[in-house]
């Protein structure tokens, strides 16, 4: 088995009308054992900058340890607030920085940008950035994600109707999914503000 | 019915017995192989085209191996892979004909049902795990309907208005899907044969199994007309622009 | 030695070889859904072949088909397998009728189709199919059967390349899963079903490069079968 597999993830992120949601499931597994059931997976890098972590929990809390560290330099240097897209092409070079023995993890960042402008992207696991439009999925339930958003997500959605279809479209994906779920958790990233809602699932 | 040429093998005699000792081997491998076959449909009926090489692994070995046949009147037959496992599949399509023939119930094998054998014989011996190391092309007009199909080593088939086996697949079959697709009744004979044409033209360019004497045939509702073997018309120039890997 | 040995016991029996480098199975992709409804049944299949690599084989290559006049079957996996299955089933319909002088019910055709999945448990037919079709109430039902003849009754199912992508899109919209005061029983509508299976499709074409070209839609209701065709995208 994939070690990108060992614990199990569903993380998706969506664009609305001037609002981005960013949503993950809260399962840590070892393979098929369940150990975990409020893992943090989506960290706030900024006040509307979010990043999922999908992949191996240990590289997630290093690499989240690391971009903290990176950000807070960043903010010392510059004396403003990163951009999601700066942001992403940081993460991006931090993760070529290690081209031949990567961290085991695919993100996924969602923010506004200084101009309240939706951005969402994924990265592989060594950088490669892929930006979207619409939305972007990863972990273990990928596949299952990419069929519900290319179904039930649509262009312009206000803040809660994004929740709406955000919520919907993960729930479903880790109801088929059997190494991601028990529990789900939704930010809605809107220019007045963060909303995160905890969702519950199926507990199985 | 009409009249059928017999080539019956030349001893009927089965193989002595093996010894109890001998394990039973099946093909793992083709040896002496025929490259791509290209077909499709026309105004008028079908066109197809092998080249009359059979390669032994790299080698350029029998350079007059004929590929198309027809099958009765209405049916014709082309093949890549395996050529001893050809002759085979010849020898037994003969013999279907032959007792056919004999039922003299003024009845014939249409192209669907030549067609359907052909499957059968294929998914059989790749369900013993014997294959026929083979990939063909079937084409007719059956009941004034084209048809046109392929069948392989696995038994898979489909029927498509443009079909090319092996090497084909990747260089001729875009060169068809482009050309051909939507114009199946439209296509001149004419320009059916410069279509084919050009497709083996650049298959002998870039398929190192490709040979330039090839043959072409036709089916129509009036029956199979193969031509004797011939060679393309080329021009080497662009060879000279080429270096290294470039194009 | 082992020569005298043979002749001792007298008989030996010739070691069967199995031969390597062949594989008797191709994996032709395309995807198949099935949607019960209370007095229809949605089947729906796109028509694209593939060589089990990158190469389109063809692109209108039925893998669904009317079996009776209330059952039809959609499979996925080996096309080559798959065909033979379908032949089968029909043969065992038509004997059937021969000999009973009646169609064969739904039930008892989904268990022929269980048991000739069966016949082949050690060299296994390559195929996922969906059974589907009205029961002697005239009530919808959908099978799906994994490769050996495991059998299970359902209410919507996917199998094929984008079996991930549409399932969980059907979860939601036929089982309602996860909306708070949906009825949740509620069988879909023939227009909504008819619906769902274009937009599942439709979707489904744009992530999976093994479906497309054409949707091919089955209805069974209490008139027969009825047969809707729709274009995918062909990229």
Request: charged share 25%; with cysteine; hydrophobic share 35%.
């Amino acid at each position: 088995m994939s070690i990108m597999e060992y614990c199990g993830a569903a993380i998706v992120a969506m664009v609305g009308k001037d609002c981005v949601a960013i949503a993950s499931d809260k399962r840590l597994g070892q393979q098929q054992l369940t150990v975990d059931m409020e893992f943090q997976k989506v960290f706030p890098i900024t006040e509307r900058t979010y990043i999922g972590l999908s992949g191996l929990a240990t590289d997630v809390k290093t690499l989240h340890d690391r971009l903290r560290m990176r950000v807070n330099l960043y903010k010392h240097r510059e004396e403003r607030v990163i951009e999601p897209k700066t942001f992403t092409h940081l993460l991006s070079h931090m993760l070529y920085e290690r081209r031949f023995g990567s961290y085991f993890i695919s993100p996924v960042v969602a923010g506004l940008d200084k101009n309240n402008r939706p951005y969402i992207c994924a990265l592989d696991t060594i950088g490669c950035i892929d930006s979207s439009s619409d939305f972007v999925v990863c972990g273990t339930a990928a596949t299952n994600l990419y069929g519900a958003c290319e179904s039930l997500w649509e262009p312009d959605l206000g803040p809660e109707e994004l929740f709406e279809t955000i919520s919907q479209t993960l729930l479903s994906s880790i109801d088929r999914d059997a190494m991601s779920g028990w529990g789900a958790v939704v930010h809605i990233i809107t220019p007045s503000g963060v909303i995160t809602r905890d969702l519950k699932s199926r507990m199985d | 019915m009409d009249p059928i040429e017999l080539r019956l093998p030349h001893t009927l005699q089965r193989p002595q017995a093996t010894s109890n000792h001998e394990p039973i081997t099946h093909s793992t491998e083709p040896i002496v192989t025929g490259t791509s076959v290209v077909a499709f449909k026309y105004k008028d009926g079908i066109m197809m085209a092998a080249d009359c090489l059979g390669s032994y692994g790299r080698m350029a070995m029998f350079r007059n191996e004929r590929r198309l046949m027809a099958v009765g009147k209405t049916t014709l037959l082309g093949m890549s892979g395996d050529i001893s496992d050809y002759q085979h599949m010849q020898h037994t399509l003969e013999n279907i004909m032959t007792q056919e023939y004999d039922m003299d119930d003024g009845q014939r094998l249409g192209t669907k049902s030549i067609y359907k054998c052909i499957s059968k014989i294929m998914y059989n011996r790749r369900s013993k795990m014997n294959p026929l190391w083979n990939s063909y092309v079937i084409a007719g007009v059956d009941s004034g309907e084209k048809v046109l199909g392929y069948v392989d080593l696995i038994g898979t088939t489909y029927e498509s208005p443009t079909i090319a086996t092996g090497y084909g697949s990747h260089m001729a079959q875009p060169i068809l899907r482009k050309v051909v697709e939507g114009r199946e009744d439209e296509i001149t004979e004419e320009e059916a044969v410069k279509i084919i044409e050009d497709c083996m033209r650049v298959l002998y360019y870039r398929d190192a199994r490709a040979f330039n004497k090839l043959t072409r045939a036709k089916v129509t509702a009036q029956g199979v007309e193969i031509t004797e073997p011939y060679s393309l018309e080329t021009n080497w120039d662009f060879a000279e622009s080429i270096v290294g890997y470039g194009a | 030695m082992s020569s005298l040995l043979s002749h001792e016991i007298g008989y030996s029996a010739p070691i069967e070889v199995h031969n390597h480098g062949f594989s008797p199975y191709v994996n032709n992709e395309g995807t198949s859904l099935g949607i019960c409804g209370e007095d229809f049944v949605l089947v729906a299949s796109d028509t694209r072949q593939s060589n089990g690599g990158y190469s389109i084989n063809a692109r209108r290559s039925p893998k669904a088909f009317e079996l009776s006049n209330r059952t039809v079957i959609a499979t996925t996996g080996c096309a080559a397998d798959a065909k033979q299955l379908v032949e089968d089933m029909e043969q065992r319909a038509q004997y059937y009728v021969h000999k009973h002088g009646r169609e064969m019910s739904t039930p008892a055709m989904a268990q022929v189709l269980s048991q000739l999945l069966y016949t082949r448990r050690f060299f296994p037919y390559y195929v996922f199919p969906i059974f589907a079709g009205l029961d002697a109430k005239g009530k919808g039902a959908v099978y799906n059967y994994d490769a050996i003849g495991n059998i299970e009754c359902v209410s919507h199912y996917a199998y094929g390349s984008a079996a991930a992508l549409l399932q969980p899109f059907l979860d939601n919209q036929i089982n309602k899963a996860h909306q708070r005061g949906a009825d949740t029983t509620a069988k879909p509508s023939r227009a909504q079903a008819v619906k769902l299976a274009i937009d599942a499709f439709t979707s489904a074409t744009e992530r999976d490069i093994y479906t497309g070209d054409w949707l091919e839609i089955f209805i069974v209701d209490s008139e027969g079968v009825h047969k809707l065709t729709r274009e995918l995208k062909h990229d």
